[in-house]
């Protein structure tokens, strides 16, 4: 982009210079008012000139006649992981871009667990191949906690040089909010150098209230993703925090916490979508769903783009972004609203720095594709050991197991207590109660440990399903109803480098490879989403229920999201930040 400094675009923001293209017959939305009104926006040199009264004639390049559409800033995401949608940063920027995001705010922990800096160096470098923007933060727990095993362990002498790249725009979550507030000074250590380096910390602090919430916040963090109801968004907004209001894949908050949102307090709010899988991303929309999921919910269109704009870029110092305003960057999106207004509307086409990138829901920029290093493959290692009955614990009938409950449109789980059905001393699954098996695996060549479960929720009848995605360690998780088909399922992703699959009767189903650190994939985003379509329908076809079974498997192992997970080191109790037994006084 030209420097808003430059003689020639000043004069072209007089109208004493010919522009490289206009925008007219347009409404804008005006993020700054939050209001829409009538004008005419001049480009040049990438950047915005002028905004002006549409009456005003201004001499330009090329003209873009808006047609009465609705031109809006390019939205930015505050907080997602790339690593969700399974595809690199240069092909994930492909689907977003249709559908109006301009830039987002990755962490990059989930590769980090599995690669280390070097992963998160290939997921930067990657990204300068995407015609959108992208920022990160530096990933604040690798692992998120000693509950988990992951790849790599990161402190903050590991961090320190990423702050070198100005795209680092502040210190990732801080995840494990029992070691920040209990003075753990690795934790601290980290969180000083993100305060040092840019001012900013992000927070991640589920049903944290009370004075434990001040004793985190008090440790640096300024955002939270993790809220679930209204009344914790607004104990921490009033402590002082910025709410990214959370709306992906898995965890959907927006209508819990939109009551919490008014004229006075809305400059503190932002959205964030966290983990989308590519099928949502590339059909439903990213945060143009958020949008015309808010608006739905009745909430004000102009309120809802400033809180995926504007704020965002307010909140990370990004000063070229977030608005249609003089000097900044001309990221445009021009919207249609349909029958319904915002909560039909539909992004028509869209610019980077004044170029068309995306028309008509498709991408049409330049695709490079992304170059993937041998280190980042190969990356599934199992126990030579390994077999069916290691998913079968020792359980007494008589007495109560710990069982992980499935929250639907949620990664927060419930901690229940049913008693097993057991044969032979060996707990089994109990379809009939909506009982599965459930099992991490270490994969990572190390420890190879194993911890074994049950949770309710995935309504199989029969089967297994198995993913390498298990955030945030991403050790290969799978639950089932047969011992033998789950063997199965793990086996299989172990030969195809990772991924997601179904297996059922001895046979793999449907299977979504992932053969880039057991996380991504290397196929086009339409392939990828059309393997996700093939392995939820493999899955409702052995009696699932869940909207989105891989993506709510993918978070039982998180080690620090309440209540009840299963890692591999055993299955953990998130709120006494400890392993349990399956059974109290029962020898698994």
């Not at 502040?170 to 380096?197: C, Q, V, W, Y």
């Not at 927006?254 to 008014?262: I, K, M, S």
């Not at 297994?464 to 992703?493: E, F, Y």
């Not at 699959?501 to 991504?520: K, S």
């Amino acid at each position: 982009m030209i420097l808003r400094t430059d003689p020639s675009f000043i004069a072209v923001a007089r109208g004493e210079a010919i522009a490289d293209t206009v925008i007219d017959s347009g409404l804008i939305v005006d993020v700054h008012s939050r209001r829409m009104r009538a004008a005419t926006v001049v480009i040049h040199g990438g950047r915005i000139a002028a905004v002006l009264d549409p009456t005003i004639s201004v001499k330009a390049v090329r003209r873009i006649d808006a047609g009465g559409m609705v031109v809006m800033p390019g939205l930015l995401d505050a907080h997602m992981h790339i690593e969700s949608t399974m595809l690199p940063p240069s092909t994930c920027a492909r689907m977003m871009l249709p559908h109006g995001t301009a830039g987002i705010v990755a962490d990059p922990h989930e590769i980090a667990n599995v690669c280390g800096i070097p992963g998160i160096r290939w997921m930067m470098e990657d990204a300068t191949r995407a015609a959108m923007h992208i920022w990160f933060t530096a990933s604040s727990c690798v692992p998120a906690s000693g509950l988990e095993t992951g790849n790599a362990v990161l402190s903050s002498e590991d961090l320190g040089p990423l702050f070198d790249d100005p795209r680092v725009v502040a210190l990732a979550e801080l995840m494990n909010f029992p070691g920040a507030i209990a003075g753990s000074p690795d934790l601290l250590s980290k969180s000083a150098l993100g305060l040092a380096r840019r001012g900013r910390v992000d927070g991640h602090a589920p049903a944290l209230t009370g004075q434990r919430l001040q004793a985190y916040i008090a440790a640096g963090p300024s955002s939270d993703h993790e809220c679930f109801r209204a009344e914790e968004a607004i104990e921490k907004l009033e402590s002082g925090q910025r709410i990214f209001i959370r709306e992906g894949s898995a965890a959907r908050n927006l209508r819990d916490l939109l009551p919490a949102v008014t004229p006075a307090n809305a400059h503190r709010f932002c959205f964030c979508t966290d983990d989308v899988h590519a099928c949502h991303g590339f059909e439903d929309g990213h945060l143009d769903r958020v949008i015309r999921r808010a608006a739905q919910a009745g909430f004000d269109g102009p309120t809802a783009v400033a809180m995926a704009s504007l704020h965002v870029a307010e909140h990370f110092g990004l000063r070229d972004w977030g608005a249609i305003a003089p000097g900044l960057a001309a990221d445009i999106a021009l919207v249609r609203l349909g029958h319904e207004g915002w909560a039909s509307m539909k992004v028509d086409r869209m610019l980077i720095a004044g170029i068309e990138v995306a028309r008509d829901g498709a991408c049409i920029s330049e695709h490079q594709s992304a170059v993937v290093p041998p280190f980042l493959r190969s990356t599934v290692h199992l126990p030579a050991s390994l077999n069916a009955a290691a998913f079968t614990p020792h359980g007494d009938p008589s007495k109560p197991a710990r069982v992980v409950g499935v929250i639907p449109g949620q990664i927060v789980t419930e901690h229940l207590r049913e008693k097993p059905c057991v044969v032979g001393g060996r707990v089994c699954a109990d379809p009939a109660r909506d009982l599965l098996l459930l099992a991490s695996i270490e994969r990572h060549g190390g420890a190879g440990g194993i911890g074994c479960g049950l949770v309710r929720g995935f309504g199989l009848r029969r089967g297994a399903i198995a993913s390498t995605v298990g955030h945030d360690a991403h050790n290969l998780s799978v639950a089932g109803v047969d011992p033998t088909d789950m063997l199965l399922a793990v086996r299989r992703l172990a030969e195809i480098g990772g991924g997601q699959c179904v297996a059922e009767g001895g046979r793999i189903l449907a299977e979504l490879p992932l053969p880039i650190a057991g996380l991504l994939s290397d196929r086009s985003v339409s392939e990828v989403a059309a393997a996700q379509h093939a392995i939820d329908a493999a899955y409702r076809s052995l009696g699932g229920s869940l909207e989105d079974p891989f993506m709510q498997l993918s978070f039982l192992p998180l080690s620090v999201i309440p209540h009840l997970k299963v890692s591999d080191r055993g299955i953990i109790d998130v709120d006494a930040f400890t392993v349990v037994p399956l059974q109290d006084g029962v020898t698994s």
